[in-house]
């Protein structure tokens, strides 16, 4: 961009990453409103007793934080609650204010100190019912520092029941410093300001988080659309991001060496960096879900967790270095970090230190007899150990530790370090449908190596199949992606083929491409690819109301057994307030021969998502209703009150008698 390149060409400032600059111990200086703690590369100031982070001082900035916000909101914890009874508490956010400062651990080689909120019955109604412990440890030598929390709901009739919607870290950075922002190698770029959102400068569209620049301050930006929703990663990519300054060149990154202390397993999408600037770490939340991800806590419900610690990863160049290469050089420290993991400082006795902890190893098979008589290994499986539950359960699981592993070519797997507890071991594997639960219970005690030999998982399988639509691996990704409207468009997301779904508005281009008729998909002639769009969403209509659609695939069939049962798998990567009627043969037909109901909360249309909760039906249809020849599947979305009611198919098959 022009206005930020001129920026950058004028700038060479020479100095060094921050863990070359000096060997000073940890200083902590305690005044009558704030805590100061000090290494001679970072300078962390904390509000007494709140606990909130007014100040970060690194590499000549005396405040990396916007200084034009109050000082509460800079850098903060929060939660977003509701109560679950009729006190009408409903969506509280609260920023964590403690009440109570305590110094944990003060040597020349490390600081760590506590900003407590306890909660007892006389504040049912006005606070989150959890008691707090919020953590901020600074290292000698380290360029950054790191935070971690305790939360606890007691096991007390007199604690209030709850609901948990949202909890998480915040930091604003200053606008007049922070430009570009980094969250993966193929959606980095200069961001516009906080001020082109504004009225005047921009124009809302359909929800409140999207805008289109029409007058941003800088001209370059005009006619591109901005939404914080377009940047959310997965949890399994979602290891490091963040902002970088170029005068002076300073990269401020939050680094994410574990998903163990974060819900719905390693697909679940969470916000991270957007226009403020802005650098969250988010734990808990309903982005992409809906309300299965809200974890929910009876009234006395005995509840624990530990959220982080993470880091913050302050980086700088050397004379003459390309501020951009501050986001490699954060790569590499979040691999420093994950090597690290879990750390041994903390001092919290709630964080188990690796000798606390234990292994899970063995091997994923897969056994489909349809594809090859041999066992097939479980290449790039998804094994992890949650909570017991039933299968797939793990993608709506909440409240506790989660712990994943990615099986190699062979389909060996290793989970290492997990807490002490009893899990089930569940997995996935792309190409394949469904879940696998291993059927025994695993319990971790300290320094365990389990090795649980070679598993087997037999994806749902009935007969051979007679046709496919899609890639079985719980995403829409490799369907028809529509180009966007030319007026509402995201440079960053053209000709990127792995995001181009993230692009605004995609949902409107259905009715474009099918102002009348409904697509229709002809097995052995159409291509996935290109002929089956990525989500089924309702049609706009001249009225600007919306329409139900109803989509088709047809196919032929030889020597029909009447008598016998077909199979139709139906695998969705999402949905939102909607429902799939499969009708065979007769489009109008009143009963339909499978109906999903209305299911899905996700959003994930709107949020540019190209997935959200992953559903498997597995249908049963008569051979009678099938003929020698020319068939139908209708598939039809009937619900139609909002243009972001919809469904992502992940995959589709139809399986002859066995």
């Not at 000082?71 to 929060?78: E, K, L, Q």
């Not at 959003?603 to 190209?610: D, F, L, P, S, V």
Request: proline share 7%.
């Amino acid at each position: 961009m022009g206005i930020w390149t001129r920026v950058i060409e004028s700038i060479c400032t020479c100095g060094g990453k921050g863990e070359e600059m000096s060997s000073t111990g940890v200083r902590l200086r305690i005044n009558d409103h704030h805590v100061v703690i000090d290494n001679g590369i970072v300078q962390l100031t904390l509000s007494k007793p709140e606990g909130l982070l007014t100040g970060l001082q690194y590499n000549g900035l005396d405040n990396l934080l916007e200084v034009l916000n109050q000082p509460g909101n800079r850098g903060y914890w929060d939660v977003v609650w509701s109560a679950l009874d009729d006190s009408g508490r409903k969506g509280v956010f609260e920023v964590i204010n403690a009440t109570s400062f305590k110094v944990i651990v003060e040597t020349e080689e490390q600081v760590e100190v506590s900003f407590s909120r306890p909660w007892d019955p006389s504040l049912k109604g006005k606070l989150a019912p959890i008691n707090i412990d919020k953590r901020f440890v600074l290292l000698r030598g380290s360029s950054g520092f790191y935070t971690y929390a305790i939360y606890e709901h007691l096991g007390s009739e007199e604690w209030q029941a709850f609901s948990l919607g949202e909890t998480r870290i915040a930091f604003k950075l200053r606008k007049d410093k922070f430009h570009y922002m980094a969250v993966a190698d193929d959606r980095r770029r200069y961001m516009p300001l906080p001020d082109d959102r504004l009225p005047g400068r921009a124009q809302p569209l359909a929800f409140q988080e999207a805008v289109s620049l029409i007058n941003p301050v800088v001209p370059e930006f005009k006619g591109e659309v901005d939404d914080k929703y377009q940047y959310t990663c997965e949890n399994r990519d979602l290891m490091v991001h963040g902002w970088i300054s170029h005068d002076p060149p300073v990269g401020f990154w939050q680094i994410t060496p574990s998903n163990e202390f974060r819900s719905g397993g390693p697909l679940k999408q969470n916000l991270c960096s957007h226009v403020g600037p802005t650098c969250l770490a988010v734990f808990v939340g309903a982005h992409y879900a809906g309300d299965d991800q809200v974890p929910k806590f009876g009234q006395g419900e005995p509840w624990k967790k530990v959220f982080g610690p993470v880091f913050i990863y302050l980086n700088s160049t050397t004379c003459g270095q390309d501020p951009l290469t501050l986001w490699d050089d954060a790569k590499r420290q979040t691999m420093v970090e994950v090597n690290s993991w879990p750390y041994s400082f903390p001092a919290s006795e709630d964080f188990p230190k690796s000798h606390e902890r234990g292994n899970v190893r063995g091997r994923l098979l897969v056994r489909d007899r349809y594809i090859q008589d041999d066992e097939i290994p479980g290449n790039g499986a998804y094994v992890g150990l949650a909570p017991p539950g039933n299968v797939g359960s793990w993608q709506r699981e909440c409240k506790d530790y989660q712990f994943w592993s990615e099986a190699d070519s062979s389909g060996d797997f290793s989970i290492k370090s997990v807490r002490c507890g009893e899990y089930n071991l569940y997995a996935w594997v792309p190409g394949f449908l469904g879940d696998y639960r291993y059927h025994l219970p695993i319990t971790i005690t300290p320094g365990c190596d389990i090795n649980v030999g070679n598993l087997v998982y037999e994806p749902p399988r009935e007969g051979p199949t007679l046709w496919e639509i899609g890639i079985p691996d719980r995403s829409a990704a490799e369907f028809h992606v529509p180009d966007p409207d030319p007026k509402y468009v995201n440079p960053l997301f053209l000709n990127n083929p792995t995001s181009n779904f993230r692009q605004y508005g995609l949902w409107e281009r259905y009715g474009e491409l099918y102002p009348y008729t409904d697509l229709v998909f002809t097995v052995g002639e159409s291509d996935y690819r290109k002929d089956w769009f990525y989500a089924q969403v309702p049609r706009r209509k001249e009225d600007n109301s919306y329409e139900g659609t109803t989509w088709q695939i047809k196919f032929r069939l030889e020597n029909v057994q009447h008598a016998a049962t077909y199979k139709l798998r139906m695998a969705l990567a999402g949905a939102t307030l909607a429902e799939v009627q499969v009708r065979v043969n007769d489009p109008n037909k009143a009963r339909p021969v499978f109906t999903t109901g209305l299911i899905g909360r996700d959003n994930a249309i709107a949020r540019h998502g190209i997935h959200g909760l992953y559903w498997l039906y597995n249908i049963d249809i008569s051979g009678s209703l099938l003929v020698e020849g020319e068939n139908i599947v209708y598939l039809k979305q009937p619900r139609n009150q909002s243009p972001f009611q919809g469904i992502m198919y992940d995959y589709l098959r139809l399986e002859g008698p066995a």
